[in-house]
């Protein structure tokens, strides 16, 4: 069975006085039944690390370069990452493929260099409003999946989180109805592709995951669990998701 994960995804959010929200976090999930993962800007990372060291809070960056080291003003490596204390790392965050243009093959190379520095992928993909409205969302989520994962995807080193872009952000989330036929679909072209491996990946719901509908969208088959932004900056917020996801 794939155990179920609660992850946050903190975005351009946070400085050191946030760090008393995972305190909370950790007070009150000192024995979560399922894994919660934390995703602060960099600049936090390694204190969150620090702070989160021997509790059930894992934590990762929020993309890294394809390279291990070089002249890359400004970028992040993922041995960089797994040194601050990351496990694991977001790559292809639709912000990321819309603010700095990267492409399905930038993002496979990314998830690339997670796997060589240890570190969990997670790697997202999900259709704009324009596309579901063409009645594209398959075809662009099946293309997504085809050209980011790597062929060396696994259920220890690779999560998927499907985020419609659309609901990102804007308080608008799918139908389970639509929602279950996504997840559906790319747990089939996971099998397809990964054979077991496929059925070990993890599949997140991300796009809007509050308190109020966590349990609704954790009830949806091949749901493994949600990438959460804005409702997990705050311990008041992310916790009852983690407590939903915990009875799912
Ligand atoms: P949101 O963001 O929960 O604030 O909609 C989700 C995400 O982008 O991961």
Redesign the pocket.
């Known amino acids: 069975m794939r155990r179920k994960l609660a992850a946050g995804?903190w975005?351009m959010n946070g400085t050191g006085a946030s760090l008393s929200e995972v305190e909370a976090l950790i007070a009150a999930h000192p024995d979560p039944k399922v894994d919660v993962l934390l995703c602060p800007p960099a600049t936090l990372l390694e204190r969150m690390s620090r702070l989160a060291n021997g509790s059930a809070i894992a934590t990762g960056g929020q993309d890294c370069h394809a390279a291990e080291s070089g002249a890359h003003t400004g970028d992040i490596s993922a041995p960089m990452l797994a040194d601050a204390g990351a496990s694991h790392v977001i790559v292809g965050?639709?912000?990321r493929r819309d603010d700095h243009g990267e492409t399905d093959a930038m993002v496979r190379a990314k998830a690339e260099a997670a796997h060589r520095a240890g570190l969990v992928a997670v790697i997202?993909c999900g259709e704009s409003l324009a596309e579901r409205e063409g009645g594209l969302t398959l075809d662009i989520i099946g293309g997504q999946l085809a050209g980011s994962l790597p062929d060396g995807a696994t259920g220890a080193n690779t999560v998927v989180?499907y985020?419609p872009i659309w609901?990102?952000?804007?308080g608008k989330i799918p139908t389970t109805g639509q929602i279950g036929e996504v997840h559906d679909f790319i747990r089939a072209e996971l099998v397809k592709r990964f054979g077991a491996e496929g059925e070990a990946i993890r599949v997140l719901y991300?796009?809007?995951?509050?308190p109020s509908n966590a349990a609704e969208i954790f009830a949806v088959a091949n749901v493994d669990g949600a990438?959460?932004?804005?409702?997990?900056l705050k311990a008041a917020d992310f916790s009852p998701i983690i407590a939903a996801l915990e009875e799912a």
């Open positions: 995804n975005k965050h639709s912000e997202c989180a985020e609901a990102i952000g804007t991300g796009g809007s995951v509050k990438l959460v932004g804005g409702a997990s």
